[in-house]
Every structure is written in structure tokens, then in C-alpha cells.
């Protein structure tokens, strides 16, 4: 995969062209296309067009997919914790995108729904403590 091999521009071609075919059934990869163009999005620093990229899948997935949707196993949260939401994931990176912005608002924003819609997700602890360290930067 040219993403994780960080050959920027063909992964994002490449993911591209994956939601451009037909994705209507819904076992199919386009949430995973998402997650990994806007990934790759934010490995060039297009952290704009990588949070619009992102909200597609919290917009349009969030309790939608499928327990058995296909992830990479190192997304996975934990073994004990085979937490299948790409959600958590596309929000987390949402955030981060926010805070690489300097829109620290909304990053603090993205990271509270992180907890609030996602409260069993190892991610959750994550953004309870970078909600904790904006608290105490204020």
C-alpha cells in the first residue's frame, strides 16, 4: 500500500479512485478509502481538505458499519478492546488536524466528541488528556 510505504501522491490517487467506484453495498472499503486519504492528506500537511475528507465518515458512518468491517490490525484499538469503529478514529484525526491548524477551539471541540460518542474507545482517554492539557495551557 502506497500509504503506509508514505508515497503521498499515489496513495491519495489510489484512494481516490477507490470512492469513485461503486461502494453501495455496505461491506465495502470506501470508509476505509476515507480514513486513508485523509490520512495520507495529513501527511502533506493538507489538514483542511483532510478534515472534509474525514467528516464523511463521521457524517455517514458513525454506528453504521458493520462489527466485522475489515481494519488494519494496527488500528485496532487494543486485543482486549477489538473496538471496530473507523468513527474514533477519523474523529481523533479530525482534532488533530484542528490543533495543527491553530483553530484550538474546535480542536477542543473535536476532541470532547471524541469521549462523548466514542466513551469505549481507547481513544477516549487520549482526548480526555489533550482536553486536559488545553484546561490547563488556558
Not at 486513508?36 to 489538514?47: K, P
Request: proline content about 3%.
Amino acid at each position: 500500500c502506497y500509504k503506509y510505504q508514505q508515497r503521498w501522491d499515489e496513495a491519495i490517487d489510489n484512494y481516490r479512485h477507490t470512492l469513485g467506484v461503486d461502494n453501495s453495498n455496505e461491506y465495502s472499503y470506501q470508509a476505509l478509502a476515507f480514513l486513508g486519504l485523509g490520512e495520507s492528506l495529513m501527511a502533506i500537511q493538507d489538514y483542511q481538505e483532510a478534515i472534509e475528507i474525514l467528516e464523511n465518515i463521521t457524517s455517514r458512518y458513525y454506528g453504521v458499519l458493520d462489527p466485522d468491517y475489515p481494519r488494519h490490525p494496527n488500528q485496532l484499538d487494543t486485543e482486549e478492546r477489538n473496538i471496530h469503529a473507523i468513527s474514533d478514529d477519523a474523529q481523533l484525526n479530525i482534532a488533530e488536524c484542528y490543533e495543527m491548524l491553530g483553530e484550538l477551539r474546535k480542536a477542543m471541540n473535536a476532541y470532547a466528541k471524541i469521549s462523548r460518542f466514542y466513551p469505549y474507545s481507547a481513544k477516549a482517554q487520549l482526548a480526555e488528556e489533550k482536553l486536559k492539557e488545553f484546561q490547563d495551557a488556558e
